[in-house]
């Protein structure tokens, strides 16, 4: 008799995996939900900062394809962003007609202190792990955004032809 456990089989592996991301995910929305909350936004808002922190000033309509939220939703989102200072618009120097949107230093200071301490917690993380097991999980993130970012595309089409259901369906 081996001594050795049996490792899971790909079914109980896939079952833990979804749970485990479910978790992760909830955990991730409820964070960064408290840090908008305790900043005075909203979390769509704070996503949105985040996107402008990392790619830099981006038109309405850029936003609006990133976050999949309808153009309405994004003036709206922008005027209240920009009525509390974390946001500037801006004339697109290479077409006047286009506004572009830039996070303001100030607005980004604003969650400075709130992921400070995430950033160590993920370095102290990170220390558990070899490189060679560090690429994996960013190869995992990336290509697991990657996926995020093509199920949003489908949503929009599953608005278009009338196929979503209730919430808590399927």
């Known amino acids: 008799m081996s001594s050795h456990p049996r490792p899971p089989s790909r079914r109980a592996l896939l079952d833990a995996l979804a749970e485990a991301g479910r978790s992760h995910s909830d955990a ?9 909350d305790r900043i005075g936004i909203n979390p769509t808002d704070h996503k949105v900062m985040s996107i402008l922190e990392r790619h830099g000033p981006l038109s309405a309509g850029e936003i609006a394809r990133r976050t ?47 992921f400070a301490r995430r950033r160590e917690s993920l370095g102290k993380l990170y220390d558990a792990y070899s490189d060679e097991e560090l690429t994996v999980i960013l190869d995992f993130l990336q290509r697991s955004t990657e996926r995020l970012h093509l199920d949003l595309d489908e949503l929009g089409e599953l608005d278009e032809v009338g196929e979503v259901g209730e919430v808590g369906e399927g």
């Open 28 to 36: 991730t929305v409820l964070f960064h939900a408290t840090v908008a």
């Open 68 to 114: 999949g939220l309808a153009s309405a939703s994004i003036t709206a989102l922008l005027d209240r962003l920009e009525r509390r200072g974390f946001v500037r618009r801006r004339a697109d120097a290479a077409d006047r007609r286009r506004v572009i949107v830039e996070a303001a230093p100030d607005g980004i200071a604003r969650f400075a202190p709130y």
